[in-house]
Each structure stands twice: as structure tokens, then as C-alpha cells.
């Protein structure tokens, strides 16, 4: 009896032991080595470096249809989405501008089903109406409350309105209405600019949509904003899901901001962060939305 319960130790200790050198074995002298994985299984950072590549394999060759193949083997639910998210990502934390673009291209390229900004985020938004002289003009939707500051209303860059914007703090002066500069033989010009109020979007923001001469939407247009102490570049088609010709910036109130075109044209000077109005007196802040149309 006693050398029956020795042998069934042996055994156990045996087995413990070849588990244990398999596992050696398998970990440390002769790992497995994975050879040619398909996209999907690539870890997140080497699936970012795949979608930049297939960007600028796309940029050179313009093969919307191989480009589209390559993407679908990473198996994602939007394509077009997350390679947008990525150009966003990418222009965030400082990458190449050839890579930026290239990512922005073919976001928008991907996108290019997707409805404009007039018909996708303009009927969520409403917009203060410059007020004229005319006396049948509609009162604006925003209202001057009894006893408080102003509200800056505009409708162009030329118009400036009569009322200096609301500031936060009481002892704030008054911020200048957005006013610009034209340059001759521009490839863009200012059309239209006006303050949005949007209760879902309530952080200050400059919007810009920028159209060729037939009304479309203008995508990997570089913009600059600059203000007293900085200065930072965006570009328009990173959120196709808006419009391919769409851009935006998030202001700090209480600065004041230009902006221009890369390439030249009219540059918008006097951009602060403005207040909206809401029905129950509550205020917040709007966006400025600025139109460039090609002429």
C-alpha cells in the first residue's frame, strides 16, 4: 500500500514537470512566430500605420477602389469614419502634413456619399438675423433681455452691429464684431459670415465651409487662425459626417482671433466668442459660422 501512494506522487510530479518544460519550451526557446497575419489581427498603432499607407498609396495611384479593398480587410464598421478620426488624430499630435493630407483625402474620398453641412447641421442650429431698417424685417431670435448686457448681432463682414457682444465677466469691455481685410485675386472670399446658436453646441467654436463657384463643398483647404500669443492650422474635410468642405476651432473667450487661408485671400479679423440667448434667459455660447466661396 505504501508504494502504491508513492507511485501516484511520481505520477503527479511528472505531469507538473512536462507541462512546465512545454511551456518553456513553447515561450522561451521556440515561441510561436505569426507570419503573414491578415490586417484585422494587427495590433491599434499598426492598423493606424496600415490606413496611413493605403492613404498615400491612394494619393499617388487615385485607386479609390483598391484603396477600398485594403480597408476592408481591417474589418471596420465606418471605413470612412475612422479614417477621418485617424487625419484628426494625426493633426493633433503633430504628424507629418503629407500624412495628414493624405488620410483627409481619402476620408473624404470614402465619404463622398455623405450630405452637405447646409442640409446636415443647419436645420439643428439656429441663427441670429441681422437686424435692418426696414420695418418688416423678422425680429432676431435671440432677444435682448431688460437690464443686461448686449448681444452682437452680424450677417456679413462689412455689417457690424450696433450692440457690442456679450462677455462673461461683468467688467469685460466690449468685444469687436468679425471684420476682413479683401485681397485681390484671391482664390476664396468671404460670403457670408453669422453667429450660430445651438444649445447641443454650446463651446465657441469657428465654423468655416468653404464651396467651389458651383455651391460644393471644398475638401483639404488649409485654414490659420492666429491670436496674440499663438497660431494653429486645420483643415476643411476631416468631419465628412458634416460636409467635406466643413472645419472647425474651438476659441478661449476673452481672446481675440484672425482667420485666414492658407493660401492667401481674405483674412477675418476681431473673432471673440459671442453669447446666445435662450428662451428662458439663460445664456450660452454660439459659433461663428464663416462661408468662403470660390469666385
Known amino acids: 500500500?505504501?508504494?502504491?501512494?508513492?507511485?501516484?506522487w511520481y505520477l503527479l510530479t511528472g505531469a507538473v514537470l512536462g507541462v512546465a518544460l512545454g511551456l518553456i519550451y513553447s515561450w522561451v526557446i521556440n515561441p510561436v512566430e505569426y507570419v503573414d497575419a491578415p490586417p484585422y489581427a494587427l495590433r491599434a498603432d499598426f492598423k493606424d500605420e496600415y490606413r496611413a499607407l493605403v492613404a498615400a498609396s491612394y494619393l499617388y495611384s487615385n485607386d479609390l477602389l483598391r484603396a477600398e479593398d485594403r480597408l476592408a480587410q481591417l474589418k471596420d464598421d465606418?471605413?470612412?469614419?475612422?479614417?477621418?478620426?485617424?487625419?484628426?488624430?494625426?493633426?493633433?499630435?503633430?504628424?507629418?502634413?503629407?500624412?495628414?493630407?493624405?488620410?483627409?483625402?481619402?476620408?473624404?474620398?470614402?465619404?463622398?456619399?455623405?450630405?452637405?453641412?447646409?442640409?446636415?447641421?443647419?436645420?439643428?442650429?439656429?441663427?441670429?438675423?441681422?437686424?435692418?431698417?426696414?420695418?418688416?424685417?423678422?425680429?432676431?431670435?435671440?432677444?435682448?433681455?431688460?437690464?443686461?448686457?448686449?448681444?452682437?448681432?452680424?450677417?456679413?463682414?462689412?455689417?457690424?452691429s450696433t450692440t457690442p457682444a456679450l462677455q462673461l465677466t461683468d467688467t469685460a469691455e466690449p468685444a469687436s464684431t468679425a471684420t476682413s481685410i479683401p485681397t485681390q485675386e484671391a482664390a476664396y472670399l468671404l460670403k457670408e459670415t453669422k453667429l450660430l446658436c445651438n444649445l447641443d453646441q454650446t463651446e465657441p467654436m469657428i465654423q468655416v465651409e468653404v464651396q467651389d463657384t458651383a455651391g460644393e463643398p471644398v475638401p483639404s483647404i488649409e485654414l490659420v487662425v492666429t491670436w496674440d500669443v499663438g497660431e494653429d492650422r486645420f483643415y476643411t474635410g476631416l468631419k465628412p459626417e458634416l460636409s467635406l468642405g466643413y472645419a472647425d476651432f474651438l476659441m478661449t473667450p476673452g481672446v481675440v482671433y484672425s482667420l485666414r487661408l492658407a493660401d492667401g485671400g481674405q483674412t477675418v479679423k476681431d473673432l471673440t466668442a459671442a453669447e446666445c440667448l435662450s428662451d428662458d434667459g439663460s445664456r450660452y455660447w454660439g459659433s461663428w459660422m464663416l462661408t468662403f466661396i470660390q469666385p
Open 1 to 8: 500500500m505504501k508504494n502504491d501512494r508513492r507511485g501516484s
Open 78 to 160: 465606418e471605413t470612412a469614419q475612422t479614417v477621418a478620426m485617424q487625419a484628426q488624430r494625426a493633426l493633433a499630435e503633430g504628424h507629418p502634413e503629407g500624412e495628414v493630407r493624405a488620410l483627409g483625402i481619402l476620408a473624404m474620398a470614402l465619404s463622398d456619399s455623405m450630405l452637405p453641412l447646409a442640409s446636415s447641421v443647419a436645420s439643428t442650429q439656429k441663427t441670429i438675423n441681422t437686424p435692418t431698417t426696414s420695418a418688416s424685417t423678422s425680429t432676431p431670435i435671440i432677444q435682448q433681455p431688460t437690464a443686461s448686457p448686449d448681444i452682437s448681432q452680424q450677417a456679413t463682414p462689412a455689417q457690424k
